[in-house]
């Protein structure tokens, strides 16, 4: 089983200010299809997870530039480039060779 | 997208729920579908995946044996059986649409809002 550990575990951000969060993978998330299987949430309180980026780098629809991802084999890095108040929840890091298994979470608070 | 749990509530140890996910607003036999659920105070952990067709099914261990994932595609639901109940399968179980891109087998792209699964005597 792939185990992904993020850091921090939690991040206070001043408004406007970026954010970095970092997950690491024990094994590269890189497939024999040539895709790497690296997926962001943000889950905020008392809401479901909504995904941010797929495979390391893409936006899921709708989700504003701000955030970003990038990264190789088995680390990886999401970035907010402006945190706002919407931007405060839980962050996970989920990867996607079977078992599919999700990073610890990072809180971000303003 | 709309994806809506039900089914949830209260079980004692060793008894049995089943889960129900009523999906709108794509076509749900295009879809391979997915369960995760999260403790309370948690993180979150998959917990199995069927293929449009129900042709491929995937559990994670800890529930290998113990709970059953189906589809019934003319009436867009899934479900979830669930049965030999542990204190530790507690969570709220989220039921949740795999991404088209790629060929993971059930990351989630769209969720429901979840159903609570409490398991306690």
């Known amino acids: 089983e792939i185990m992904l550990t993020q850091t921090p575990l939690s991040l206070s951000v001043t408004p406007g200010q970026p954010a970095s969060i970092s997950c690491k993978s024990n094994?590269?998330?890189?497939?024999?299809?040539?895709?790497?299987?690296l997926y962001w949430y943000l889950q905020r309180s008392g809401q479901s997870p909504q995904l941010l980026i797929y495979?390391?780098?893409s936006r899921f629809s709708g989700v504003p530039d701000k955030f970003s991802g990038s990264g190789s084999g088995t680390d990886f890095t999401l970035k907010i480039s402006r945190v706002e108040a919407e931007d405060v929840g839980l962050y996970y890091c989920?990867?996607?060779?079977?078992?599919?298994?999700f990073g610890g979470g990072t809180k971000v608070e303003i | 997208v709309q994806l809506v749990e039900s089914g949830g509530g209260l079980v004692k140890p060793g008894g049995s729920l089943r889960l129900s996910c009523a999906a709108s607003?794509?076509?749900?036999?295009?879809?391979?579908m997915t369960w995760v659920r999260q403790a309370p105070g948690k993180g979150l952990e998959w917990v199995s995946s069927?293929?449009?067709?129900?042709?491929?099914?995937y559990y994670a261990d800890s529930v290998e044996g113990r709970f059953t994932i189906s589809r019934d595609n003319p009436k867009n639901s899934l479900y979830l059986q669930m049965s030999s109940l542990r204190d530790e399968d507690t969570a709220v179980y989220y039921c949740?649409?795999?991404?088209?891109?790629?060929?993971?087998?059930?990351?989630?792209?769209?969720w429901g809002q979840g159903t609570l699964v409490t398991v306690s005597s």
């Open positions: 949740a649409r795999k991404i088209l891109t790629g060929n993971s087998r059930g990351v989630p792209d769209y």
């Open positions: 607003g794509f076509t749900f036999t295009s879809y391979t």
């Open positions: 069927i293929s449009t067709s129900s042709t491929y099914i």
């Open positions: 094994q590269s998330l890189l497939h024999s299809d040539g895709r790497t299987y």
């Open positions: 495979e390391i780098s």
């Open positions: 989920m990867q996607g060779i079977q078992p599919l298994t």
